[in-house]
């Protein structure tokens, strides 16, 4: 018997940056329980992004310490006790601000990557 | 701002949506719950992931360290054993250390009690062409305090051993003759009354004022609230006092109780010339060539001490243009106040040193001794340790655990250390007293937070610097090899570094006893040495008769009824009298002296140490007369000056001992003296002193009030120093004896240094060879658990138990040979470092025996320690043996 130790795989050791912005844009939504926030993106991006518990519920808590989402226990559709967690204005406009900031790093990226490609071509 | 119930809530909700979601999909509950877990990983880890993001980083620090601590404290309590063997290791090792960096503050750091940046000081002192240090006169002390920049203020102070009181109930006592602005600028206070001022330095012989201090008050008059305005006898001078110091304050002469203060313009009152041959007090003051203060104090904020001594040289030359062309090559030096001429720092200061390295030594084997156990530890925890990495910690974090145990051990090894000091240091201060009896004693050796703070600042030095390898070796634990207990190729990398440990505590270990014998040896040589004189059955009663208020003339009629009744007592063959004694240790005064036919080079300074002595000097102390005779009683002040000298002084000078006889020698400006005769050499000061010139004068040419009576008789020395004693009583019983012993007694001053040494470096060997001893014993059970499978193996295949023991035997001496070797090495560089603090005596620094002595109790004492687990190891039950895994 051999023990694995369960330090993150580099595929889901996303950036928190990175993270945050994927969790404000999934509650743009709506609101979602932490559960359903992770099936959501992995589902979205079919199966490439597997988001941990361990990753996403720190998330959840700094994107609360900011304040840019608001919690509140409620029940889901299968009247299961959860906590789920809503975008405030704030955290709208970190969502736009991030978002801007990734597609700039994302254009960039590719234009070293492909420089022959006409800027917008794969838009 | 954390809600770690709610956070559980929401983790428990999560789990439960998961495993629904995994029934819904055809799963059974068990398989569901269990795959929901181990998706979702690691609970803890996430809600501490969880809990950091509202917490500061430092705060997180201090959780972890605080969790650390606590874990620290209960896996300590597990195994006492461990801990206990830690901290009293430590305690040992920083108790040493403390004592002797306590001593070193005492003297070098904060030198002068009750007085803030004492160390800070600076002393000022004449330099002769030959490196004599002198003090400078009182009009030469004036010159630099109203001319000089550099110091903010600038006093001066001479210690003196005033007579307080006058018969059967006087004693000497230590005070300083100082100046006006002496308390000021140290910024001592008054706790009664008023210290000394500026105005009380205006006219010679115009201020009979005294300020005691605050035990003398306490002590001898009993805490007297009126004591201000009463008067005090002080060299049977009346003297009034004008206040009590600060209880804190002791004065500035290292290591003795000042107990009065007077202003330096009584001093010719109160009996004291500083060396000049003025008649008048205002004369002696206004003697340039007298020899009264070094100058003392602080140096201006911004004023190195190379700008101060430039200024100095300055002053030098303007100075030399006012005095006398003899004096005309002395220069103006300036020094840190522990390096004050003559002081006691500077005197102590080899044996400081070597106290000091020793301390290290053993700090190092305490130190080796703690890397060795934690190692131990770390092993037998390893199993431990892969759980925690298992669980997610870094091998950062597991170091830092062991870490924080080593310091949760460091902080309580500290305080014991410290404790430890505390009571060895009243030990030490008491053997300096009886020493230094009957003046008193006062050394600032209190152990406070600088002290506590030192050693706890060692300790966890220590803990972290001797923990941190083997820390980071048992974090380097691979999980495979631990559960499938293959731990050979870890073991033997962790086994040589345990072994070089070892090996080095026994090199430390070897050099302290070598050293420790070398010391030894040097204390008996000493002892056995022949020093010039014979001082067995021979008497010393030292009186003063100044203090019962006698004069020169009754002086010397006293002193002349003395030596007539003590010859012609029961069982004495000779009596004498002497000023000084030799084997003193300190040297007395060296008196400036001219040489007929003699011219003094350029720089030269012709100064030797003297003695004054009465008639059958020689004989008494069976001291070789190598021409011509000694003193009688003939030699008196109605006829011509004579003197006798040693031998040195006859071949230097002379060129040999034949050609003295009849030549004349000059004391300071006083009149030739003719040479009558020539003595053999004789240790005057310290064993281990090289042959000097030195030369006597005739007693009642020379009269002094403090006398030495020396009787030589048969029969026990004690009975003899009591029929001594009766007959000063029977002359004066009024007349306090300031000393009473057989000669011998006497010269242990010389001693003291010697055996100081050889004590300590006793202790600290015992020291380190128990920690060597623990640490190979530690060593080898190690190895002999580690090797139970082998051992248990080879029995059962037919090995003899002796067999099993010798090769275990023949590992831990192999290392004991290992560090033997670097231990001798290491000792022949510790023997020379001895030799050149002028430490050793009659002895050379490759000694054999020494080296051999040390090494038998250093090997032994890893045989023993080998011994024992070995021993056990033989006696294992093959059969269990086989069993352990």
């Known amino acids: 018997m051999t023990l694995h130790s369960s330090r993150p795989d580099a595929r889901t050791d996303l950036l928190h940056g990175t993270l945050d912005m994927l969790i404000l844009q999934t509650l743009q939504w709506g609101e979602q329980h932490g559960y359903a926030i992770g099936q959501t993106i992995r589902a979205q991006s079919s199966d490439v992004l597997q988001v941990e518990a361990g990753s996403l519920y720190p998330a959840l808590q700094r994107l609360s310490k900011k304040g840019w989402v608001v919690s509140k226990w409620g029940q889901t559709e299968a009247n299961q006790r959860a906590k789920f967690y809503r975008l405030t204005p704030e955290g709208k406009k970190q969502l736009l601000r991030e978002e801007s900031r990734w597609t700039e790093l994302v254009n960039a990226i590719s234009r070293v990557m492909k420089p022959a490609t006409a800027p917008g071509a794969d838009d | 701002m954390f809600d770690k119930d709610d956070f559980d809530e929401e983790v428990r909700a999560h789990l439960k949506i998961a495993a629904d979601e995994k029934i819904a999909n055809g799963a059974d509950e068990k398989t569901a719950r269990l795959a929901s877990l181990k998706e979702f990983g690691n609970v803890t880890l996430t809600t501490d992931a969880a ?108 210690p003196f051993m005033p007579n307080l009181g006058r018969g059967r109930t006087s004693r000497q006592a230590w005070g300083e003759l100082v100046s006006g602005n002496y308390f000021q600028t140290l910024g001592v206070r008054a706790e009664r009354g008023r210290t000394l001022l500026p105005a009380d330095e205006v006219a010679v012989g115009g201020h009979p004022v005294v300020v005691m201090s605050d035990s003398l008050w306490r002590r001898d008059f009993g805490a007297d609230p009126d004591i201000v305005g009463k008067t005090i006898e002080i060299n049977n001078f009346p003297l009034t006092v004008v206040g009590v110091a600060d209880a804190s304050f002791h004065g500035t002469t290292v290591v003795y109780d000042v107990e009065v203060y007077v202003p330096i313009m009584m001093a010719p009152q109160l009996g004291f010339s500083f060396g000049s041959q003025a008649k008048t007090p205002a004369g002696i003051l206004a003697d340039r060539r007298a020899a009264v203060f070094y100058p003392q104090g602080y140096l201006r904020p911004g004023t190195s001490s190379a700008n101060a001594a430039a200024q100095l040289g300055a002053l030098s030359s303007s100075l030399a243009s006012e005095r006398s062309l003899a004096d005309a090559d002395q220069q103006l030096r300036i020094v840190p106040f522990w390096r004050t001429p003559q002081g006691a720092p500077i005197i102590m200061l080899p044996m400081l040193a070597v106290l000091s390295a020793m301390g290290l030594f053993v700090l190092m084997i305490a130190c080796g001794n703690i890397a060795g156990l934690v190692l131990v530890r770390g092993v037998s925890r390893s199993g431990e340790i892969a759980l925690r990495l298992a669980l997610g910690a870094t091998r950062a974090r597991i170091v830092r655990l062991l870490i924080v145990e080593n310091l949760v051990l460091a902080l309580p090894g500290a305080l014991l250390g410290v404790l430890l000091a505390q009571q060895g240091i009243p030990v030490l201060v008491r053997y300096i007293e009886t020493l230094a009896a009957p003046q008193r004693v006062y050394l600032n050796l209190g152990v406070d937070g600088l002290v506590i703070g030192f050693a706890v600042l060692v300790a966890c030095g220590s803990a972290m610097v001797f923990g941190f390898v083997p820390a980071l070796q048992s974090s380097r634990v691979d999980l495979v090899t631990i559960i499938n207990q293959d ?82 007592d029961t069982g004495v063959e000779s009596a004498t009298l002497a000023a000084f004694m030799p084997l003193g240790f300190l040297d007395t005064a060296s008196r400036r002296v001219a040489i007929e036919g003699y011219e003094p080079r350029r720089g030269e300074d012709l100064a030797f140490m003297s003695n004054t002595i009465g008639p059958d000097y020689f004989r008494t102390l069976r001291i070789d007369v190598r021409t011509g005779r000694e003193f009688t009683v003939r030699d008196d002040d109605t006829v011509a000056p004579v003197a006798i000298v040693n031998e040195t002084l006859a071949q230097r000078y002379w060129g040999g001992a034949a050609q003295a006889i009849g030549k004349r020698i000059r004391i300071g400006d006083t009149e030739w003296r003719t040479v009558v005769g020539v003595a053999a050499d004789v240790k005057y000061a310290r064993i281990n ?108 295949l037919g090995a003899t138990r002796p067999s099993v023991v010798r090769n275990l035997l023949g590992r831990g001496l192999r290392l004991g040979a290992v560090g033997a070797a670097l231990g001798v090495a290491a000792a022949f560089g510790a023997g020379r470092l001895l030799a050149s603090a002028s430490l050793l005596f009659g002895v050379s620094a490759t000694d054999t025996g020494a080296f051999i002595r040390a090494l038998t109790l250093v090997l032994g004492a890893v045989l023993i320690a080998t011994l024992v687990p070995a021993w056990r190891a033989a006696r294992t039950n093959p059969l269990q043996a086989l069993r352990h895994q």
């Open chain 2, 51 to 158: 809990r950091r993001v509202w917490s500061p980083w430092w705060l997180d620090a201090l959780h972890d360290q605080w969790s650390d601590v606590r874990y620290a404290v209960r896996a300590l309590a597990k195994n006492p054993v461990f801990a206990l063997a830690v901290v009293s290791v430590l305690a040992l090792g920083i108790g040493l250390n403390a004592a002797v960096f306590t001593m070193l503050k005492g003297i070098a750091l904060s030198p002068i009690a009750g007085v803030d940046h004492a160390a800070r000081l600076s002393v000022v002192f004449a330099e002769t062409g030959n490196g004599r240090q002198l003090r400078l006169s009182y009009p030469d002390y004036q010159y630099l305090r109203d001319h000089d920049q550099a110091f903010s203020g600038l006093f001066g102070t001479s």
């Open chain 2, 487 to 568: 731990a050979a190729p870890r073991g033997a990398a962790r086994g040589r570094v345990r072994s070089g440990l070892v090996v080095a505590q026994v090199a430390v270990s070897l050099v302290l006893l070598v050293g420790a014998g070398l010391a030894t040896r040097s204390v008996d040589a000493a002892r056995r040495a022949y020093p010039g004189f014979d001082s067995t059955h021979v008497t010393a009663i030292t009186v003063d008769v100044k203090q019962n208020a006698y004069d020169d003339a009754r002086g010397r009629v006293f002193y002349r009824q003395l030596l007539d009744t003590a010859r012609t």
């Open chain 2, 689 to 796: 002193e090289s042959p000097r010139p030195y030369f006597y004068v005739p007693f009642l040419q020379s009269y002094r009030s403090a006398m030495t009576l020396h009787t030589r008789g048969s029969g026990s020395v004690d009975a003899l120093v009591d029929r001594a004693r009766a007959r000063v009583a029977a002359l004066d019983p009024d007349l306090p004896i300031v000393k009473a012993r057989p000669m011998a007694e006497s010269s242990r001053g010389a001693m003291m240094l010697f055996d100081l040494t050889a004590t300590m470096l006793f202790i600290f060997g015992v020291a380190g060879m128990t920690l060597v001893a623990m640490g190979t014993y530690g060593l080898v059970s190690y190895t002999v658990k580690q090797r139970t499978h082998e051992i248990g193996i080879r029995l059962a």
